[in-house]
């Protein structure tokens, strides 16, 4: 099956830009994280979908990210105005939350952040 | 969730078992053990999880103490494509409301 897609792998703007991501889950994946990963640390969870519903956003710095996922398949996630400390891997990641995949979560490869 | 506890680094050779700890002392009894990887440039990936008992998957091996404090994971033929960053999280089922929280992890080096 095609894995979690995610674009673009790199980007990097100055701060005070906006910046949009954008993933595309795995077909029939009804939950879609996003996290963040700070150079040297794990990933940390920023937003969790339950199809287009929010179930979690209380790590989503609200001032400047905002995340959507219209029709309970694609999501875009969104930063306005970068800071320098937005500088990370966003990663998506999405589940089945059926079994006997209700454990595992799929990540995608990921959007490097570079802010200067 | 619980914390875990993990070593910062280890080092292994190609073809030995690899043997990466993890503590989670507070680990409440319906909270599950998870390990996911995350090879450098990619996305975690999922590795095994358990609840009580041992579990064996075709990519390792999960041991976990009887009294569910601490556990093992074994990679039983390591090879150069598992260095990795091997992270330990234990949470509540992700439909009791449970989310993956991702420590520092182990930084698993396999040398030849």
């Known amino acids: 099956e095609a894995g979690v897609a995610q674009s673009p792998r790199y980007k990097i703007i100055e701060k005070r830009q906006s910046v949009a991501f954008w993933c595309n889950p795995i077909?029939?994946?009804?939950?879609l994280y996003w996290y963040q990963q700070i150079l040297g640390q794990g990933p940390k969870l920023l937003i969790q979908?339950?199809?287009?519903?929010?179930?979690?956003d209380s790590q989503l710095p609200k001032d400047r990210f905002s995340a959507e996922r219209l029709k309970g398949v694609d999501s875009t996630l969104k930063i306005q105005p970068a800071k320098l400390e937005d500088s990370a891997v966003y990663l998506c990641?999405?589940?089945?939350?059926?079994?006997?995949?209700?454990?595992?979560?799929?990540f995608g490869p990921g959007t490097r952040l570079t802010v200067t | 969730d619980a914390k875990t506890t993990q070593p910062t680094s280890m080092d292994c050779a190609e073809g030995r078992a690899a043997n990466l700890p993890c503590n989670h002392s507070?680990?409440?009894?319906?909270?599950?053990v998870y390990w996911y990887r995350q090879i450098h440039s990619q996305g975690p990936q999922y590795i095994i999880h358990?609840?009580?008992n041992n579990e064996t998957n075709e990519m390792a091996s999960l041991i976990i103490t009887e009294d569910r404090k601490s556990s093992t994971l074994i990679l039983p033929h390591a090879t150069l494509r598992d260095t990795a960053v091997y992270y330990c999280?234990?949470?509540?089922?992700?439909?009791?409301?449970?989310?993956?929280?991702f420590g520092q992890g182990t930084e698993l080096s396999v040398k030849p």
């Open positions: 979908f339950q199809n287009n519903g929010v179930v979690d």
């Open positions: 507070t680990i409440s009894g319906n909270e599950y």
């Open positions: 077909s029939g994946h009804a939950t």
């Open positions: 358990g609840l009580k």
């Open positions: 999280i234990v949470r509540v089922a992700w439909n009791q409301g449970g989310k993956l929280i």
């Open positions: 990641a999405s589940s089945l939350a059926l079994a006997p995949r209700l454990h595992e979560q799929y």
